[in-house]
């Protein structure tokens, strides 16, 4: 069965950095576009990162643009999220996902928890 | 504030059916068929619930149903279950790569 489970999130200080992971299994990752999503405590869902099955196209919403950069190895199913000049309003949860067709979210991980105070 | 925009809070007894609504703009929900509800428990992450405006993943409960017009998605719940107690997002496929979200409704089966 499909599964994707985050990891790496923790308490950082603001303008710190930090890298999350995904590890997914059950599906052949490369045959995929993947995409981060966040849920700030108590708030509703953005959908600011996705990468293409090859690595070569990647979406930034302007609210992480410049800072975050999303990647993927597909030999490790694996798939990343580097940010840089992490800000109190970077707190959230955020989740990995599969991206099916027509831009819809199909598989979920459990999320991960990443808080950004001093 | 979200892009979409939807009500707070729905509500409905077992066995009725609820209606959400999810209201954009010709840019996102009235220009492309690319509506997309999830379900979230508390604590829980996200599930797809309906793709492409009315579509449904395998495993979904024909009870719930998704329809379009004009630049207004809606999600229909028939049947209310317990279970069904959950908040529920809209997406949308926007310009420019972009996918947006509504604010969620707080579904309560009374």
């Known amino acids: 069965q499909v599964q994707l489970v985050e990891s790496g999130g923790r308490l950082v200080k603001p303008g710190g950095s930090l890298r999350l992971s995904c590890a997914a299994s059950g599906f052949t990752f490369s045959d995929y576009y993947m995409g981060w999503i966040r849920q700030a405590p108590g708030k509703g869902l953005e959908w600011f990162s996705y990468i293409s099955t090859s690595g070569s196209t990647m979406y930034y919403a302007d609210s992480v643009k410049g800072r975050f950069t999303i990647s993927r190895d597909n030999a490790k199913n694996s798939l990343y999220l580097q940010m840089n000049s992490l800000r109190a309003e970077d707190t959230a949860v955020y989740y990995c996902?599969?991206?099916?067709?027509?831009?819809?979210?199909?598989?979920w991980g459990q999320g991960t928890l990443v808080t950004v105070s001093s | 504030q979200s892009a979409l925009t939807q009500p707070p809070s729905a509500s409905g007894s077992p066995g009725q059916s609820v209606t959400i609504s999810c209201t954009g703009t010709?840019?996102?929900?009235?220009?492309?068929?690319?509506v997309s509800w999830y379900q979230q428990h508390p604590g829980k992450a996200p599930k797809l619930m309906i793709y492409e405006v009315s579509k449904r993943p395998s495993g979904v409960p024909d009870r719930f149903s998704g329809s379009k017009s004009g630049n207004t998605a809606s999600l229909t719940v028939s049947g209310l279950q317990a279970e069904d107690e959950a908040d529920y997002y809209c997406s949308s496929y926007a310009n420019s790569d972009n996918v947006v979200f509504g604010g969620g409704s707080q579904l309560t089966v009374l």
């Open positions: 996902a599969r991206v099916r067709g027509s831009y819809a979210l199909g598989y």
């Open positions: 010709s840019s996102d929900v009235g220009g492309y068929n690319y």
